[in-house]
C-alpha cells in the first residue's frame, strides 16, 4: 500500500487524540520517560514538520525541538502537508536527505513516530487509540528490520516480554514500551 495512504490513515486516527488533549493533561507524564505531554506534542509535531522535507530529499534538522505555541491548530495543517509530500511522485523512491536511507524507510519511519507516539499520548492522557491494521503490519516489519540498530541507539528501549494477541500491542511493547503502561 502506498506509504501516503497510510500516513493518512495513521492522521486520522492521531487527530481526534490530539484534538482531546486539553491544558491540565500537559504536564502528565507519558510512557516517553523524557517526555511529559506538552515535550511529546512539541516532539511530534516537529518530527511531522520535518519529514516533510525529508519527503522532498531535502536535510532535516533534528538538532533541536521548538516550542510550538500554536500547536493545537497547526496538527491538523502539517499532517495534511506531510501526507501530500508523501503522495507527492517520487517522494518514496531513492534516498532521503541526510540520514542517507531509503526513502521508503525514512517514509516508514515517520509513520511509526506517528503511531507510536499517539498512542504515547493517548495513554498519558487516559484516551482510546486504535488504528489501522494495514498500518500496524508495515509497521512490524519496519520494526524487524530497525529494531536492532534503534535500541543501540536509543532510539528503542529493550523489547517489553508481553504475552497479547493484540498487533499494536505487539507491536509497541517490541519498541519497549510496556502496552499496560498508565500514568
Known sequence: MKL???LDRAR???LPVIANIGDDDL????????????????HLLHVVVEFQKLAAKQDADFSHTPVYPDWRTRYPAEMAALVEAWGRPGADEGIA???NLPATVVGSMALLDLTVHVWDLAQATGQRYT???????TLEALVEQMGPTAREMGVFG????????DALEAL????????????
Open 158 to 165: 529493550a523489547a517489553v516480554d508481553v504475552a497479547t494477541s
Open 131 to 137: 488504528t489501522d491494521p494495514e498500518v500496524v503490519s
Open 27 to 42: 504536564t502528565k507524564p507519558t510512557p516517553c520517560a523524557d517526555y511529559d505531554v506538552r515535550a511529546l506534542l512539541d
Open 97 to 99: 536527505g541526510q540520514m
Open 4 to 6: 501516503s495512504v497510510l
Open 12 to 14: 486520522d486516527h492521531a
Open 172 to 183: 509497541l511493547a517490541k519498541t519497549g514500551r510496556d502496552p499496560r503502561w498508565s500514568a
